[in-house]
């Protein structure tokens, strides 16, 4: 499993969507300028990668059967 490259790109896609949620958290957490430039923006690309995350989850199951 862990050879298989639609694997790794799952894990990598998992992986960004925990990290853009990190600074999104971050950003409300601090509050401030970036917050208010920034929020909106970044949930965005969240819900984006998520997106990307869960098709391609999908996708590995469906070849992995």
């Known amino acids: 499993m862990f050879n298989d490259p639609l694997f790794i790109l799952v ?3 998992m992986a960004a969507v925990a990290i853009i949620l990190l ?4 950003g409300f ?3 401030g ?3 208010r430039k ?3 923006k ?3 690309m969240r ?3 998520q997106f990307v995350a869960v098709i391609l989850i999908l996708v590995f199951v ?4």
């Open 11 to 13: 894990v990598l896609s």
């Open 23 to 26: 600074i999104g958290i971050g």
């Open 29 to 31: 957490g601090r509050g």
């Open 33 to 35: 300028e970036f917050n």
């Open 38 to 40: 920034h929020a909106n």
């Open 42 to 44: 970044v949930m965005r």
């Open 47 to 49: 819900i984006a990668a």
């Open 62 to 65: 469906y070849f992995s059967r």
